[in-house]
């Protein structure tokens, strides 16, 4: 199996500022100018107030770990990565979103619900995905 | 619908396991057929038709009818409890007069499937397709490690849901697990997604099954006891879990329950018998705290001091449920049945005196759920 056997996202005019903003080493969500809250997944309306046309921000790339699995059962494309880590994070300005975490070893005891953890950006066909590794621990 | 004025008056399953010969038409059919020979009806009776996944209008022309009221709500495993909802609102608005609510799944076998992927650009194709996700095993899953943490509770009670379940498949015939097992065993079986293993994850089977409504006069005439709908209630939360509500807690469940209870004028405190849609070995314990018949962080205590077992207080997914009885992808129609057999003293492990009967259904990943009130009694 190679990167090119994996699901690579198809982006559309909601969510294309997303993928854009990937490409150039940015993780862009949305946030309501009415209420301020900040929106993910993307889109054409805030869910929280109901505001059209939210804006799009750049978000610090902050995040912590919320929740995960370590993944046995490969995804089209995943035969070689098992075991892999799929998780759900909390983005510092609030939203969740799923990714899988990197750069750390897939054992529950390098885990810990809430460490802190940085985007990164990798490449998947013609898009550019966002994942998460551990912040480093300043000594 | 008024407590009590609409009833289930035929219910029956097809064979179950894996069924290579039959395609997912095929398993409607049969189910029908026998529900409605459990009714002493014929498909000449029939006025009214569900189905999910599968159109009802190619379920009602394999079958030969022209039902004047269909309904093809598709929303995942709990699609048939909100079809018996929809049918008992239905049937007292006077649109039908008796409906068959048909579920038939080629889960295992895969036959006669209509696809169910998703595209690239859908939502789930941009924002969680592309970690190796395979839904559900990795992804129902997902919010589990959160729950536990937030709750104080551990991978052995997980384990333990499943435990406690085997311990009422055991010998049945029917139930694809069907030998009681210990945590350890659950915990050493293979590992598909840590914490859960291969026995903390339903079984993947083919089957089908199907129940007969009409009005509470209709069922005085026919042969059957009838299990009377006293509430009923559907909801909804996210359409990808990493964006439900609260990880810890299904809104979809409390929602749901909460609209169940307060039409059949219930509290947990009347009921008897619970069934929880149970793919993975979470969701019965979110089922015991979100319905309300524990405190948060109680459900894995509950579980272990022996109250869902046989002989408990509150006897829980007494077929075995999804985890070792049967599940062919959408669950529910599985969890009513098990309702209607304890309803009718007629199920494998019966439990003495039961009246009200909870079935809680989830469809999705936490995405929809729906929840039934059942009785043999009229209120």
Known sequence: ?139 | MKPGEIAIVGAAETELGALPEMTELDLHADAARRALADAGLTLADVDGLTSAVHSPIDVAHYLGITPSWYDGTSVGGCSFLVHVRHAAAAIAAGLCSTVVVIHGESGRSQKGRIPRQRGADSMAGQFELPYGVVAPPNTFTLPAMRYLHDTGQTIEQLANVAAVQSQWADGNPRASRGTAKTVDEILSAKMIAWPFTKSMCCVVTDGGGALVLTSRERASDLKRPPVYVLGTGEACDSPIVSQMEDLTRSKGFRRASAAAFAEAGITVGDVDHLMVYDAFAHLPMYGLEDLGFVGRGEAGAFIEEGNTAPGGKLPMNTSGGGLCYTHTGMYGMFAMQESVRQLRREAFKQVENVHTSVVQGVGGMFTAAATLVLSDRLP
């Open chain 1, 1 to 139: 199996m190679t990167v090119a056997d994996k699901p690579v996202p198809v982006p559309t005019p909601v969510t294309r500022p997303f993928w854009e903003g990937t490409k150039e080493g940015e993780l862009r969500v949305q946030k309501c100018d009415a209420c301020g809250k900040h929106i993910f997944y993307p889109r054409p309306g805030c869910p929280f107030c109901g505001a059209a046309d939210p804006s799009w921000v750049v978000a610090t790339g902050r995040a912590r770990l919320e929740s995960y699995v370590i993944n046995h059962l490969p995804g089209p494309g995943f035969k070689d990565d098992v075991p892999y880590v799929i998780a759900i994070v909390t983005l510092e300005e609030g939203p969740r979103m799923m990714t899988n975490l990197v750069g750390v070893d897939p054992d529950p005891a390098k885990l810990t619900l809430d460490m802190p953890l940085e985007v990164v950006f990798e490449e998947r066909g013609d898009q550019v995905l966002p994942k998460f590794r551990p912040v480093e621990v300043k000594a």
